[in-house]
Antibody, heavy 120, light 115 residues
């Protein structure tokens, strides 16, 4: 059963860079796609982007200019960086694994999420 | 116009069936897409329920009861999550999602109240 441990700064000031890391336990890291999704307080889900087994990435077009997702397969970890944050980036950030191996597939297994607040 | 549109709320009685819709934007045809459905309860991450493209191409999430099922309505260009035999524990937010233009796109979610 795949499990996740997320960490990163929970309180940021406007214009700073959000940085989160997700460690994966209990399953293979290779072969899957790894996503970041966020949810603003009281709002719906917004997919941020993903990195796949080969290291290629896909991003939400609305965030693409500010987002970088990377992975360290030797540590079974992947990371999110979001530049120039504003209050609108305040959200619970989830890491997740794709349902199936070796194909683009939906986030099927989710971490518990990390609240990141942007406030001056 | 949003890619996926879900009604904000829906109420139904215990034991009844609830049909949650996910309408695709005009010009995006439901027949071409796998529709994914998630359930989210307060304070918890979303849980994958099922995906549906056709009766021959569908997948139930691990441990998800068979009273959760998917379908499509081509006439309204919508994906449908049908929950039969509603239970109080089904009260939650439900999100649909598709892979569109190399990105995962969520609907705005439907809050299902069971009362």
């Amino acid at each position: 059963q795949v499990q996740f441990q997320q960490w990163g700064a929970g309180l940021l000031k406007p214009s700073e860079t959000l940085s989160l890391t997700c460690a994966v336990y209990g399953g293979s890291f290779t072969g899957y796609s790894w996503s970041w999704i966020r949810q603003s307080p009281g709002k719906g889900l917004e997919w941020i982007g993903e990195i796949n087994d080969g290291g290629s990435t896909n991003y939400n077009p609305s965030l693409k200019s500010r987002v970088t997702i990377s992975a360290d397969t030797s540590k079974n970890q992947f990371s999110l960086k979001l530049n120039s944050v504003t209050a609108a980036d305040t959200a619970v950030y989830y890491c997740a694994r794709g349902l199936s191996k070796f194909v683009t597939d939906a986030p099927g297994y989710w971490g518990q999420g990390t609240l990141v607040t942007v406030s001056s | 116009q949003a890619v996926l549109t879900q009604p904000a709320s829906l109420s139904a009685s215990p034991g009844a069936s609830a049909s949650l819709t996910c309408a695709l934007r005009r010009g995006i045809y439901v027949s071409s897409y796998r529709i994914y459905w998630y359930q989210q309860k307060p304070g918890s991450p979303p849980q994958f329920l099922l995906r549906y493209k056709s009766d021959s191409e569908k997948q139930q999430g691990s441990g998800v009861p068979s009273r959760f099922s998917g379908s499509k309505d081509a006439s309204t260009n919508a994906g449908i999550l049908l929950i039969s035999g509603l239970q109080s524990e089904d009260e939650a937010d439900y999100y649909c999602m598709i892979w569109h233009n190399s990105a995962w796109v969520f609907g705005g979610g439907t809050k299902l109240t069971v009362l």
